[in-house]
Structure formats: C-alpha cells, structure tokens
T-cell receptor, first 111, second 113 residues
Framework: EDQVTQSPEALRLQEGESSSLNCSYTVSGLRGLFWYRQDPGKGPEFLFTLYSAGEEKEKERLKATLTKKESFLHITAPKPEDSATYLCAVQSNNAGNMLTFGGGTRLMVKP | DAGVTQSPTHLIKTRGQQVTLRCSPKSGHDTVSWYQQALGQGPQFIFQYYEEEERQRGNFPDRFSGHQFPNYSSELNVNALLLGDSALYLC???FGAGNEKLFFGSGTQLSVL
C-alpha cells in the first residue's frame, strides 16, 4: 500500500525566512510525485509533478526536488501570500490513476 | 474559461439520510475523480469516472456511488449517512483517465448531524 508522510505538520516563518517542507513516500514503483497548494475553503491547486530521482522544478519562490524516498519543497524568501497548506501526493504503478495524499503541511508566513 | 464547479457548496444532513453532490468538469476535460477530505487531513480517493463508467475505486463502502453523464458532468451519491461521512468532498477533472494533472473544484462541505 502506498504511503505518504509530510513534515512538519505546521510551520511558522517570518517573511523572508527560507525553509523546506518534507514529503516521505513508500510506493511500489513511482509514476509521479505531485505538490499541490490548498488555501482555506478551496480545492488543491496543482504546483509541480516530479517523475524521477534527481529531478527539480521551480516556480517563483518554490522549488521541488525528488530523491528515491522523499521530496522537498523549498521556499525561498517567503511572503505572507505563500501561507497555505501544501499537499504532497504520489501515483504508483500498482494503484492505477489514483493519487495518494499526505496529510499536508500548514505554512504560515508572518510579515 | 470556467474551472471545475461543484454544487452545493455546503450541505447539512442527518444520520441515515441520502445525499447527492454534483460536479461539472473544466471545459475540455472528460474524466472526473472524487476525493473525500476530512478536517486536517489530505484528500482520499473515492473513485474515478471516464466514458460514463467507474474506472477505479478507492477503499470506500458501496454506500458511495456515482455516475457520469454524456456531457462529462458527474454526481456522487452517499446513502445511509454516518457521522463520519462529514468532510469536504472534492471533485477533480482531467483530460484522459491516465492524466495525473488534476484540476480541483472548491468542494462541497458536508456536515452530518
């Protein structure tokens, strides 16, 4: 069974204070690892897909990296508008098209 | 271009009742997936519909059923509601059943009293 664990559960940063969110996963053959952002009262919004170890993707202040057992979402010089819950999900060879999500990291960036 | 739309936004039911949630996919998308998100947790896959058929199902009882219409819109039905069914129900659409880039709606918040 695919498993995804995210840490920390919650993170408070000062504006400009860079940090990283962790996503550890266990799958039988990774098809893809996904990062989503979810604002309160909204559905998840797609950020990145990573397919193989060593791959990196960037978007504005966010950078996602992937190893064989975990992924990191690095946030550089965050702003208050980056405050949200960040969700990690995996799609595996044995689970068809479904995504298995972690519990998320709630990020709060204070001005 | 309208994204994924879900209705209603909020719903209150009592135990034992039945509920129907609705979803219209993003324009150009033909596949709809449903997820349940309990408070403080990540979404859990319920099932996926493609070409009007249930293509894949997660670990949910058969009280949860669905339907996809020829215009690609979808319904999620839950019978014999339990308190534990209280959650945010998310609909996600994509083009093609194997496309992993999902676009989510804002969800229906279901409260079971």
């Amino acid at each position: 069974e695919d498993q995804v664990t995210q840490s920390p559960e919650a993170l408070r940063l000062q504006e400009g204070e860079s940090s990283s969110l962790n996503c550890s996963y266990t799958v039988s053959g990774l098809r893809g690892l996904f990062w989503y952002r979810q604002d309160p009262g909204k559905g998840p919004e797609f950020l990145f897909t990573l397919y193989s170890a060593g791959e990196e993707k960037e978007k504005e202040r966010l950078k996602a990296t992937l190893t064989k057992k975990e992924s990191f979402l690095h946030i550089t010089a965050p702003k208050p508008e980056d405050s949200a819950t960040y969700l990690c999900a995996v799609q595996s060879n044995n689970a068809g098209n479904m995504l298995t999500f972690g519990g998320g990291t709630r990020l709060m960036v204070k001005p | 271009d309208a994204g994924v739309t879900q209705s209603p936004t909020h719903l209150i039911k009592t135990r034992g009742q039945q509920v129907t949630l609705r979803c219209s996919p993003k324009s150009g998308h033909d596949t709809v997936s449903w997820y349940q998100q309990a408070l403080g947790q990540g979404p859990q896959f319920i099932f996926q519909y493609y070409e009007e058929e249930e293509r894949q199902r997660g670990n949910f009882p058969d009280r949860f059923s669905g339907h996809q219409f020829p215009n690609y819109s979808s319904e999620l039905n839950v019978n014999a509601l339990l308190l534990g069914d209280s959650a945010l129900y998310l609909c996600a659409s994509s083009f093609g059943a194997g496309n992993e880039k999902l676009f989510f709606g804002s969800g229906t918040q279901l409260s079971v009293l």
